[in-house]
């Protein structure tokens, strides 16, 4: 069975702008105090806040729990954008 084809569910639960737990993670691309940017099943996961930790990272479960101040948790389409760039560049040079 293709990778792709299992799709793992993708929930965020946030308690008290503090203590976050993510499923669906595909992959931490960086964190640091300020910034955590996560790759999910429904997209690239940009969380910020204040003293933000990554306290848990369970890669075969693609779950991640994140500690700190959470002011904000927004999805970037980046990876969609890149995708359609490249098919149009394809479709143009054939």
């Known amino acids: 069975m293709d990778e792709r084809q299992l ?3 993708h929930k965020i639960s946030l308690n008290n702008r503090s203590f976050g ?10 964190f640091d105090a ?5 790759d ?3 997209g690239v996961l940009i969380i910020k806040g204040e ?3 990554v306290t848990r990272l369970t ?3 693609g779950e991640v729990e994140v500690t700190g101040k959470i002011d ?3 999805y970037s389409d980046v990876e969609d954008k890149k995708r359609n760039r490249e098919g149009l560049l394809t479709r143009l040079f054939q």
Do not use: F, N, P
């Open 7 to 9: 799709v793992k569910a």
């Open 59 to 61: 890669v075969d479960k």
């Open 72 to 74: 904000c948790m927004m």
């Open 21 to 30: 737990l993510i499923t669906g993670v595909r992959e931490v691309i960086s």
């Open 34 to 38: 300020i910034e955590i940017i996560l």
């Open 40 to 42: 999910t099943e429904q």
């Open 51 to 53: 003293d933000l930790h």
